[in-house]
Each structure stands twice: as structure tokens, then as C-alpha cells.
């Protein structure tokens, strides 16, 4: 069944999601709806004239920091040093960028004005974060996602430059390595993130997992000192 949502901003169980992994729908995209969700192994995902839809597939795709799988060529673009990479220089620059991007075979984004503001407002909180790839000064790739404990929720990248997200997602991955993070969820499985290195985990192993990485306390410091 799928659950109706109403002011309360609790979820049901990620276990009673649909096989496609639907939930619940309704609801809004408040930061504390959103903390609970993300903390409860769920995320909002739905089209511009949908009502909110909120999501738990199972199998989910994750990538252990430190584990991206490259290619001779990308391992040679990172060592060029073509792209200079930052993070949380222009959040809102790279969320729009994303909400731009088209996506294979469906017109419109995903990412609504309402949701927008939604992730901004979790990024002036500390919970969400970019990676930027810059080129001559211009940004021409990047991603964003949410941190709580030691996992990170990956929401969406864009590159206007061949191989810059790839290059960004490289520079998160180490970060986060380098910080003990246990996993970055991919949410919905795909070709590309299974290029990159994804593994798909069944529902109740990601939330063994989720539950021990959420056992840490959400550190903003180590955003802000890179």
C-alpha cells in the first residue's frame, strides 16, 4: 500500500515501500521532514506536476568512499589538473545548473522550484553540500547532495565539460574518505552510477547500514574548512 501523509512528519516503515519502491506520497519538503526521511532511508523524487512522492527502492545502489572505479583516461584527466574543484562555493549555482540538465527521453526536471528551495534551505543548515569542477574560472561540473552522521545522499550532478562531474564525483569520494564516511546512496540504481563503482545492497542491509553510519554526529566543520 502506499501511505498518505498529512502535518504529521513521520514516515511509515522503508520496508512496506512498493516493489518499485514508492512509499508514501504527500506531504511537503520542510527540513525537518526531509532530515527524517533521509535518517529513515527515504527520499522525495517526483516530476513537476506530481504531488510529492516519496521513495525506498530495494536493491540500493551505494559507492564506499575511496572506491570510485576510473578509467586510464579519467585517472589521467584527474592528474592534469584540467578542472580546479571546490566545496560549497556556489551551491545554489550548481543546483540550478542541475535542474537544467535534460534528462534521456523525458522533458522537464525533477527538480521543481520547490525543491530548490528545499535544498538550499537544508545547505544554510549544514546538512547539504556541493562539489564544484571549474574551468578558466567558469563552473562546468559539479553535484550536491545531503550529510547526516557518516553517509552521504547523492541528489543529482551536472558538467557542461566532458568527464568535469566525474571529476567532481572523484573529489567528494576521497573526501569522504578521508572523513570516514561509511557509503554515498545512489538511490536509484543506474548504468552510470554502476560505471562509477556502485554495488547494489538490499533495502534492509542499507538501513543496517544507514543506522550505524547515523550513529555519528553530523560534523559541518569539515565542510567549511575545504
Known amino acids: 500500500m502506499i501511505f498518505d501523509l498529512d ?9 512496506y515501500a512498493e516493489a518499485d ?17 533521509y535518517s529513515s532511508g527515504i527520499f522525495p523524487w517526483f516530476n513537476q506536476k506530481d504531488p510529492i512522492l516519496w521513495w525506498s527502492p530495494n536493491p540500493r545502489p551505494i559507492i564506499i568512499p575511496g572506491k570510485m ?32 540538465t535534460l534528462r534521456e527521453g523525458k522533458a522537464g526536471t525533477w527538480i521543481t522550484t520547490e ?3 528545499a535544498y538550499v534551505s537544508l545547505h544554510k ?9 571549474w574551468k578558466d574560472g567558469k563552473l562546468v561540473g559539479g553535484l550536491y547532495g545531503v550529510a ?30 578521508i572523513n570516514d564516511f561509511h557509503f554515498i546512496d545512489g538511490q536509484v540504481s543506474n548504468p552510470h552510477l554502476i560505471s562509477l563503482g556502485a554495488i547494489e545492497i538490499d ?13 555519528f554526529t553530523t560534523d559541518n ?3 567549511k574548512d575545504n
Request: proline share 2%; aromatic share 10%; hydrophobic share 45%.
Open 7 to 15: 502535518s504529521d512528519i513521520t514516515f511509515p516503515p522503508a520496508v
Open 21 to 37: 519502491g514508492l512509499l508514501a506520497i504527500g506531504g511537503d519538503l520542510s527540513v525537518e521532514r526531509l532530515l527524517n526521511a
Open 69 to 100: 572505479r576510473m578509467t586510464k583516461s579519467l585517472a589521467k584527466l584527474i592528474k592534469s589538473n584540467v578542472f580546479s574543484l571546490s566545496i560549497d562555493k556556489s551551491f545554489e549555482a550548481v543546483i540550478e545548473a542541475c535542474a537544467k
Open 115 to 117: 525543491m530548490k528551495n
Open 125 to 133: 543548515m549544514g546538512f547539504c553540500h556541493s562539489v564544484e569542477a
Open 148 to 177: 547526516l552522521g557518516k553517509a552521504f545522499f547523492g541528489e543529482s550532478m551536472f558538467h557542461s565539460e566532458s568527464n568535469a562531474s566525474k571529476v567532481a564525483f572523484y573529489h567528494l569520494s576521497e573526501f569522504l574518505a
Open 203 to 215: 533495502r534492509e542491509d542499507f538501513l543496517r547500514r544507514l543506522q550505524k553510519a547515523l550513529k
Open 221 to 223: 566543520k569539515i565542510w
